[in-house]
């Protein structure tokens, strides 16, 4: 049974960086290597949205509103997904989803949220 498991979100202030990670278990390494791996987040009063897709080639894509900002990575060998965010802003608090396009599988969620 493949599960994902978010950690690392937390409390910051703005300006301040976290890093999310996401541990894939329940999986093989080739199927972790060629999954197409994102973060979404759903913040308060909104949608679950996407925020950074990783393909199985390492290809990255942001939106807009954390391009420059934020850096999503993996390590196939750990089975692990990652989320680099910088210079945090208020409006980035919610809860943060990896998801694998593979398995159509979410996490738990990780909350991060930024005081002003």
């Known amino acids: 049974q493949v599960q994902l498991v978010e950690s690392g979100g937390g409390l910051v202030q703005a300006g301040g960086s976290l890093r999310l990670s996401c541990e894939a278990s329940?999986?093989?390494?080739?199927?972790?290597?060629?999954?197409?791996m994102s973060w979404f987040r759903q913040r308060p009063g909104n949608q679950r949205e996407l925020v950074a897709t990783?393909?199985?080639?390492?290809?990255?894509n942001y939106q807009n509103p954390v391009k420059g900002r934020f850096t999503i990575s993996r390590d196939n060998a750990a089975r692990k997904l990652y989320l680099r965010m910088n210079n945090l802003k208020p409006d980035d608090t919610g809860v943060y989803y990896c998801?694998?396009?593979?398995?159509?599988?979410w996490g738990q969620g990780t909350q991060v949220t930024v005081s002003s």
């Open positions: 990783i393909t199985g080639g390492a290809v990255t």
């Open positions: 998801y694998s396009a593979v398995h159509q599988l």
């Open positions: 329940g999986i093989s390494l080739s199927d972790f290597s060629r999954d197409s």
